[in-house]
């Protein structure tokens, strides 16, 4: 098949391996680097950019801050007029969910049933109680439920019909 019937054309130097030697091919449009590659250093980029508007926001000290970019958490040497070198930190304004958390979740045993302590892994049933339970015991008259079922109907029948009052209108 001839590249002229299908449209298609070569590079005329041929494909191009990005130049970290990472194994793919790259293009004139990433720099020849792959896209994996070209978009880890357009992130270190970001980040080296980001790190020298803080550092330069400490050294000012301006502190207008408005929430636009986040602080990141440094350590600076700023040398003034005396001999003695004084050392500024700033703390992280952002919190990452997992990172710091400090307490980790104790790993819980296997799920049972409340009543007959029968493992019931992804197929328990939590009941309005709050325990879990197997098929046989999921019914709140198999396993003695102190939840209140009518008064909690009760409630939300109330709450889903409120009082409704006409307006009191003069008779002639």
Do not use: W
């Amino acid at each position: 098949m001839d590249h002229d019937e299908t449209g298609c054309q070569a590079h005329p130097e041929g494909p191009i391996l990005c130049i970290n030697n990472c194994g793919f091919f790259g293009s004139p449009a990433t720099m020849n680097m792959c896209s994996k590659c070209h978009k880890d250093m357009m992130l270190k980029q970001d980040q080296a950019k980001l790190a020298a508007s803080s550092i330069d926001s400490i050294v000012n000290g301006s502190s207008s801050n408005n929430g636009k970019e986040p602080a990141i958490a440094s350590t600076v040497d700023v040398q003034i007029d005396s001999k003695e070198p004084k050392i500024i930190a700033v703390q992280s304004s952002l919190s990452f969910g997992s990172e710091g958390s400090g307490e980790a979740k104790p790993k819980e045993g296997p799920n049972r049933c409340s009543t007959c302590k029968k493992r019931v892994g992804l197929t328990g049933f939590n009941c309005r109680c709050g325990h879990l339970f197997c098929a046989t015991h999921r019914y709140s008259d198999k396993h003695d439920c102190p939840f209140d079922y009518r008064t909690a109907a009760r409630d939300a029948i109330a709450k889903a019909n409120p009082v409704v009052k006409a307006e009191k209108l003069d008779k002639i």
